[in-house]
């Protein structure tokens, strides 16, 4: 049986070689259709979802438990581990195929298995557990060292040593598509002499991806390269909204709080760590030298396309604002995971880490608009006479991401928001 990642199988449903989609793909999610089912568990193929309950009620999919499919989240099924992750993505891509007959010729279960993408609802994959935020984009730190502290004192000395995160918030990580309120909180310019209470005047999208953890660790134990990559289910893309007033003022001693604590939206669909296999790249070479317990000896960086494109409510359709690669991040998830453990923490089934704002060396590569309008000194025009330095209501932001194969692509499809007034 070939394996689900060979660029040569092909499934008897059409998929057009720029959808995200392919058999290559099979990412996966919760959604509900106009059946009055519960949200469950599917995969997206082509225009459809590939409904898993319906497959594993059918008897066509081992898995010990099949109640796992029918719950709304992934949850239950990542805690099968990864061997098992692999194991469903080969029999469903056998069950795809072209040339496998069970699922192409039997009508009565394919009229209840494929349900037409343009009909259903997209939830919130995973119960997020924990979200922690890195900062691991040695450019996007470095622009925004510049701004705050100057060229010379850009990278804090802490940076090139270990991953920088802080604890985010669970609570509001949201799925693509739901409405985000402009927050509210303290704000003092640095020409104020007394902070005020009120809406954020200066709204912020960050670019990133998302790591979703399908295995736990054990407290006070550290993890190895290997383990901590084995217990990668999959990636959406994330927006780590954030309030750079708000920030600016209470980030001193401890970090972003209410900040980046009012939404982060991610996409619906989680793409598998063994789909993006075939587009592992090194990352940048690391100098100097991690320490022995972040040294790795395999690449984990992705060489993965990202887009992102804003449209205000009068324009007629969206500007591209950064076009960027998440291969240019100089540490990598798995790194994240192994420096999150070390201290003897716990990770859980359904964490969320969140990569850090994903900049290239390019001024067209920036992953928000803090450096994008080089903090509002430099609107950014998306059509006549419209410009932007932060985020206005009723600004739309969708951000995109895909790997690119050879006739095909893996991709995350897109994760949307749009501002509504504070109210
Ligand atoms: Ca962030």
Not at 110 to 137: C, E, I, N, W
Not at 142 to 166: C, E, S
Not at 284 to 300: E, G, K, S
Request: with cysteine; glycine share 8%; aromatic share 8%.
């Amino acid at each position: 049986m070939p394996h689900p990642n060979d660029p040569s199988v092909r499934s008897f449903i059409p998929v057009d070689p720029a959808s995200d989609f392919p058999i290559q793909n099979l990412p996966y999610g919760v959604f509900s259709a106009r059946d009055g089912l519960a949200p469950r568990v599917g995969v997206a193929i082509g225009d459809y979802v590939l409904d898993l309950w319906q497959l594993a009620q059918d008897c066509r999919i081992d898995v010990v438990e099949p109640g796992v499919f029918a719950a709304p989240s992934l949850n239950p099924f990542m805690a099968l581990g990864p061997e098992v992750w692999s194991r469903t993505r080969a029999r469903i891509s056998e069950l795809l195929r072209h040339d496998h007959p069970e699922l192409r010729d039997n009508e009565k279960l394919r009229q209840r298995a494929l349900v037409p993408m343009a009909g259903v609802k997209l939830h919130l994959p995973v119960a997020v557990a924990g979200y922690t935020d890195f900062y691991s984009s040695k450019e996007h730190a470095t622009n925004v060292g510049v701004m705050f502290r100057g060229k010379d004192n850009a990278l804090q000395p802490n940076w090139l040593h270990m991953p920088i995160a802080y604890n985010g918030r669970a609570s509001t990580v949201v799925v693509s598509g739901t409405k985000v309120r402009r927050p509210r909180g303290q704000l003092k310019p640095p020409s104020a002499e007394l902070p005020t209470f009120g809406p954020c005047k200066r709204l912020d999208f960050e670019l990133e991806m998302g790591v979703v953890v399908g295995q736990p660790s054990v407290m006070g134990e550290m993890l190895t390269e290997r383990q901590a990559e084995e217990m990668i289910f999959g990636f959406v893309l994330l927006n780590d909204w954030s309030a750079r007033d708000i920030q600016q003022w209470e980030y001193v001693p401890l970090g972003p709080f209410q900040a980046k604590a009012f939404a982060t939206s991610i996409s619906p669909w989680i793409v598998t760590r063994e789909a993006l296999q075939p587009f592992c790249v090194p990352g940048p070479v690391q100098d100097p030298v991690p320490l022995p317990y972040l040294q790795q000896t395999q690449p984990h960086n992705y060489d993965l396309q990202l887009d992102v494109s804003l449209r205000a409510v009068d324009m007629n359709e969206a500007a591209r604002i950064c076009r960027t690669n998440f291969k240019y991040m100089y540490w990598s998830s798995v790194q994240q995971l192994v420096h999150h453990a070390s201290s003897g923490c716990t990770m859980n089934i359904g964490d969320l880490l969140g990569s850090g704002t994903i900049s290239g060396p390019d001024k067209d590569q920036r992953g928000s608009l803090l450096e994008i309008s080089w903090n509002g000194s430099e609107p950014v025009e998306l059509a006549s006479g419209v410009s932007r330095t932060f985020l206005e209501d009723g600004d739309s932001l969708v951000m995109r991401g895909w790997c690119e194969g050879d006739g095909y692509r893996v991709g995350f499809g897109e994760v949307e928001g749009t501002i509504v007034a504070a109210g």
